[in-house]
Nanobody, 122 residues
Framework: VQLQASGGGLVQAGASLRLSCVASTRVFDAWAMGWFRQPPGKDREFVAAISWSGGSTYYADSVKGRFTISRDNAKNTLYLQMNSLKLDDTAVYYC????????????????WGQGTQVTVSS
């Protein structure tokens, strides 16, 4: 599985961005997907996850109510809608895939995209 993330950029605090992640697999709907991020100088951390059907979603407390994870299995695409962005959201954002159910740790995901930079300025 190859994952290609895009949609990052430089925005002001309070703005919105939508990240996308396209998967090169014929069985995209068999994979649970997740978004992680790595702030400057810090470890990679969980942001959100979604089940293969899209029926179950999970969020880190820091983004709950501001970010929305979704997927379009017909387009092999995962999304992360980010609203009310804060300075602390600045990070490289990665999409990831795993064959079993949703999970919230880096080690539980099998495949990773290359990352897309999100920078939030004041």
């Amino acid at each position: 599985v190859q994952l290609q993330a895009s949609g990052g950029g430089l925005v002001q605090a309070g703005a919105s961005l939508r990240l996308s992640c396209v998967a090169s697999t014929r069985v995209f709907d068999a994979w649970a997907m997740g978004w992680f991020r790595q702030p400057p100088g810090k470890d990679r951390e969980f942001v959100a996850a979604i089940s293969w059907s899209g029926g179950s979603t999970y969020y880190a407390d820091s983004v709950k109510g501001r970010f929305t994870i979704s997927r379009d299995n017909a387009k092999n695409t995962l999304y992360l809608q980010m609203n009310s962005l804060k300075l602390d959201d600045t990070a490289v954002y990665y999409c990831a895939a795993r064959f079993n159910g949703v999970a919230g740790t880096v080690d539980e995901y099998n495949y990773w995209g290359q990352g897309t930079q999100v920078t939030v300025s004041s």
